[in-house]
């Protein structure tokens, strides 16, 4: 088994780009958004900076960012990924 990326690491590695919010935020995580996100606004963030220490990917709703936080274990992050690299998902 491989062992997790290091947060700095982990972003590039899912194709993800820091997310832009206006205001001020007292969120400690550094949030992301995929880097093939359009303009649409249909898209969710993660928050690969608790990957090594907690071996979770937190996601949220990118037009929700003080919404609930869905806390992934890294093995089925990564298999959703995976999943998503190699199949069209229908919308």
């Known amino acids: ?48 900076g608790l990957v090594a220490s907690h071996g979770v990917v937190p996601v949220r709703d990118a037009k929700r960012p003080a919404g609930p936080v869905l806390r992934v274990g890294v093995p089925a992050f990564a298999g959703l990924v995976a999943m998503a690299k190699s199949t069209r998902l229908a919308a």
């Open 1 to 48: 088994m491989r062992a997790a990326a290091a947060p700095a690491d982990t972003g590039r590695a899912f194709g993800l780009h820091e997310a832009k919010e206006s205001g001020m935020t007292s969120d400690p995580l550094q949030w992301f958004r995929s880097s093939y996100s359009g303009q649409g606004g249909e898209c969710v963030e993660v928050a690969p």
